[in-house]
């Protein structure tokens, strides 16, 4: 899915597209207003190829998927930031030219909104409550691989 959706220099498009569209949106920014790295959209395509079958930079140098659920935990549920910054994803998508590549575009879809609504969204009540040690998801054209 990496290689198939540009990789690397796809997945900063993509990662750059959503972060400029999740900015503009009142309720998704939200999120961002304790601040955040300023290398966030290079960080997020690092660790988007990776989760799609790319190379292991951002374990390899920025961290862990525990670190990454932490950063998304303790702010209690919010289904509404979620669905908006799956819309986002999904504009995103038809802005870098996957308007109508079907099978690439809804693995995509797929994988983003699996990763909010799931693994992102799994410890509403604290940061404290995600487990050391885990590793970032794995996901492939069959969905998520153990």
Same mark, same amino acid.
């Given at each position: 899915m990496y290689a198939a959706?540009?990789?690397?220099?796809?997945? &900063? &498009?993509?990662?750059?597209?959503?972060?400029?569209?999740?900015?503009?949106?009142?309720?998704?920014?939200?999120?961002? *207003?304790?601040?955040l790295h300023p290398e966030h959209s290079d960080r997020l395509a690092a660790y988007w190829a990776e989760a799609l079958g790319g190379p292991t930079t951002y374990s390899d140098t920025m961290g862990d998927e525990t670190s990454?659920?932490?950063m998304h935990s303790g702010n209690g549920e919010h289904e509404e930031m979620d669905r908006r910054a799956i819309a986002c994803f999904d504009e995103a998508l038809t802005e870098v030219g996957?308007?109508?590549?079907?099978?690439?575009?809804?693995?995509?879809?797929?994988?983003?909104?699996?990763?909010?609504?799931?693994?992102?969204?799994?410890?509403?009540? *604290?940061?404290?409550?995600?487990? *050391?040690?885990? &590793?970032?998801?794995?996901?492939?054209?069959?969905?998520?691989?153990d």
């Open positions: 959706a540009g990789g690397d220099a796809g997945m &900063r &498009r993509l990662a750059a597209t959503w972060h400029r569209r999740v900015m503009a949106d009142a309720v998704v920014s939200h999120a961002f *207003s304790h601040g990454v659920v932490r996957l308007i109508e590549d079907g099978p690439l575009r809804q693995v995509l879809h797929d994988y983003f909104e699996w990763a909010t609504t799931t693994t992102m969204a799994r410890y509403h009540h *604290s940061a404290d409550d995600v487990p *050391s040690g885990l &590793r970032i998801p794995r996901w492939s054209w069959d969905g998520f691989q």
